[in-house]
Structures are given as structure tokens and as C-alpha cells.
């Protein structure tokens, strides 16, 4: 999509990719403790949720470089977040470090895509 013409957040890889990571941790949380679910499960879930959804929102604003890029920041650090709930969850055996590790580079990605718009993002007025 570098060269083609944006229309809709969904043309933007970094959202797709999100997306996209977000259902794989739903997928793995469906295997973590009873206990959790309303603790690091929740948080997981709104942090995972939050990376495509202030792209979308953020994008919607994208008229203003200074809100779009102040979504992508909300964004980058849902990201950071979820590297830190990932290794919390190997460290206490919730999920295989093959997997876990698997996420974390995907969320570092993500971030360094996020950053990269967010630089490189100029207004459309």
C-alpha cells in the first residue's frame, strides 16, 4: 500500500495487522486461568482492542495531523503493553514462550509501523 492511495484506515497495514493480533490474543486467552479473565485477561482484551480502534478513530480525524498522530501515540502504547502483559503471561506459564515470543515481535512491529506513520503523516487540508 506505500505507493497506492489510502481511501480508509482499512488500506493501512498497520491496522490490518492489529487486526489481525488482536484475534490471536483472544484466541490464546480463551486458555488462561478462570481467575484471570477479569484481570490480565480484561486488560489484554482493551489493549489488543485499542491498537486497531484509535487507528480507526484517530483516522477518522485525519484532516489534523496533530489528533491523527496523537491516536497513533494511544495506539504505540496499547502496543508496548501488550509486549509487557505477553511476558507476564509466559513468565507465569499462561501461554507457550514459543507463542508468547511470536506475539511480542508482532506488537514490536506494530509499534515501529505506528511510529513510522506517525512521522511521516502529513494533513490532507
Known amino acids: 500500500m506505500e505507493n497506492s492511495v489510502i481511501r480508509s484506515y482499512e488500506d493501512l497495514e498497520v491496522y ?3 487486526l489481525n493480533l488482536t484475534v490471536d490474543v483472544y484466541s490464546h486467552l480463551k486458555n ?3 481467575f484471570e479473565q477479569y484481570e ?3 486488560q489484554m482484551r482493551r489493549a489488543s482492542r485499542s491498537i486497531p480502534c484509535n487507528i480507526a478513530e484517530g483516522y477518522g480525524k485525519k484532516r489534523s495531523t496533530r489528533d491523527f498522530v496523537s491516536y497513533l ?3 504505540m502504547c496499547s502496543a508496548n503493553e501488550m ?3 505477553l511476558e507476564i ?3 507465569l ?3 507457550s514462550v514459543q507463542d ?3 506475539l511480542q515481535e508482532e506488537y514490536k512491529i506494530v509499534g515501529k509501523m505506528l511510529n513510522r506513520l506517525s512521522q511521516n503523516w502529513r494533513s490532507t487540508d
Open 32 to 34: 488462561y486461568p478462570r
Open 89 to 91: 503471561s509466559k513468565r
Open 83 to 85: 509486549v509487557v502483559h
Open 100 to 102: 508468547a515470543e511470536k
Open 73 to 75: 501515540a494511544i495506539a
Open 16 to 18: 490490518r495487522r492489529g
Open 40 to 42: 490480565l485477561c480484561s
Open 93 to 95: 506459564g499462561y501461554i
